[in-house]
């Protein structure tokens, strides 16, 4: 069973940072791609950022690119999702996932296999 848990979503005004944290656990995650979700009030999943298995490869949506970065903890099995100059229109919950045996960073969600409850983020103007 792979659990997959975020952290370090809060409420915070636009321009500042947030930092939010996914940890794996369960199986030797270390081996596969993770990437970051986000859902906001009405609308769908939509993709925000993934890494691959050894974080050397990074996809970036265009809303964030410059502005977010992705990266792996030392251990691997834990993925960091760095958020700088935040808008309002970040607001939303973000997921982390991770897929069960590719390697391949994907922006699509549908390739993902365990998913995290998700952590809020607000951002107020």
């Known amino acids: 069973q792979v659990q997959v848990v975020e952290s370090g979503g809060g409420l915070v005004q636009a321009g500042a940072s947030l930092r939010l944290s996914c940890a794996a656990s369960?199986?030797?995650?270390?081996?596969?791609?993770m990437g970051w979700f986000r859902q906001a009030p009405g609308k769908e999943r939509e993709f925000v950022a993934a890494?691959?298995?050894?974080?050397?490869?990074?996809l970036d949506a265009d809303s964030v690119k410059g502005r977010f970065t992705i990266s792996r903890g030392n251990a691997k099995n834990t993925v960091y999702l760095q958020m700088n100059s935040l808008k309002p229109e970040d607001t939303a919950v973000y997921y982390c996932?991770?897929?069960?045996?590719?390697?391949?960073?994907?922006?699509?969600?549908?390739?993902?296999?365990?998913w995290g409850q998700g952590t809020q983020v607000t951002v107020s103007s």
């Open positions: 996932a991770t897929r069960r045996t590719s390697l391949v960073a994907d922006n699509n969600a549908r390739l993902y296999d365990y």
């Open positions: 369960g199986r030797t995650v270390s081996s596969y791609a």
């Open positions: 890494i691959n298995w050894s974080g050397g490869i990074t």
